[in-house]
């Protein structure tokens, strides 16, 4: 699908859209339990759907009608279950530690660029614990079941295979450790799994460094509603960069979400030619890209993971702004955007089939005018996004696929 999107300005006010992080981490939690959950405020965002499609896969009982969606967990055996992770790195990579409870063989599908994406941590725990770990380019195979005891996982490489054992230790007859080596980034996501653990009734202590779990917990069901989302509230509250006027509600300002800080990120971009650290909130690259290159420029440190994510989104947000007459610098950790005067790309802006570079490009086109190719990737973690834009007197048209 290509939007065409004529130069614009946002005005009105609209809800932050309900957190995917979230969603995930509560709907696993019911997933896990022995009676009846019940998760209210999921979005119908691709991800989303790919872990309700797990969980039924493993045997839980799963309804969505809007957006209430009630699960009866299940953890019983389910043979050779085959679980569709679609193109969501979250999902995959903390189903992986659930497969290991069941000593049955359990396959993980995915598109090739998800199972491109680094499984190291999981790989070289199957072999330590002697557990089958078999990967070709769209599918991990694993069986065996996972050992309580001591864990020691490289805090740089993704906070989703430490959340990937915490929802699955505690099920263990015996308590566990979890150890994450320095550095430690995103910590926010493994806070957030810490508290949706804590709202099923199972307890995990976190200090420093070390994460302390009992063993012989059982998840209790529970009535949860899913909080606003900062990550693609982002987006919506950037347009006021770009000379709109949009009020963004439904954020709790308490929230544990990590990319609640763009405010502050956004603040720093509109001021000046700020040096800011994604380490923390790789998510928030793009959009702050995208902003930096519209007002003054920005450095970006703790880069390296954006280069695995649905695409390098270094390299994609570096091809697509210099369409747009931006130049940038990208460097192993870090990349540089460079003060431009933004200019009418001459050609179609591609979204390299990654949700959030497409809407991060599409802000700039709200001031250029142009048009931007594989739009439906919206539809991983914010399936209206377009139609938002719409509501706030953005001018979208679409073609090659029905809106």
Known sequence: MTATIRPSTARGIVPAPPSKSMAHRLLICAGLCDGESVVRGVADSQDVLATIDCLRALGASVTKTGDCVRVRGVRGEAENAVLPCRECGSTLRFFVPLALLRGTPVTLTG????????????????????????????????????????????????????????????????????????????????????????????????????????????????????????????????LNLLGGDVHVTGLDEDSLQGDKIYRRYFERIGAGTPTLDLSDCPDLGPVCMALAAAKHGARFTGTRRLRVKESDRCGSMEAELHKLGVRCDVGEDEMTVFASALQKPQEKLSGHNDHRIVMALSLLLTVTGGSIEEAEAVSKSFPDFFSVLQSLGIEVDFDGMDT
């Open 111 to 238: 598109s090739r660029t998800l199972l491109s994406r680094p499984l190291s941590v999981y790989e070289t725990l199957c072999r330590e614990q002697g557990l089958l770990f078999e990967k070709s380019a769209e599918s991990l195979t694993v069986c065996g079941k996972l050992c309580a005891g001591r864990y020691a996982v490289p805090g740089n490489v993704s906070s989703q295979f430490i959340s990937g054992l915490l929802f699955a230790l505690p099920l263990l007859g015996e308590d566990s450790v979890i150890e994450i080596l320095p550095p430690v980034e995103s910590e926010p996501y493994i806070r957030m799994t810490l508290q949706a653990l804590r709202t099923f009734g199972v307890s995990a202590h976190m200090q420093g460094n070390r994460t302390s779990i009992g063993g012989g917990q059982r998840y209790l069901p529970r009535d949860v509603q899913v909080e606003g989302d900062f990550s693609n509230a982002a987006f919506l509250d950037a």
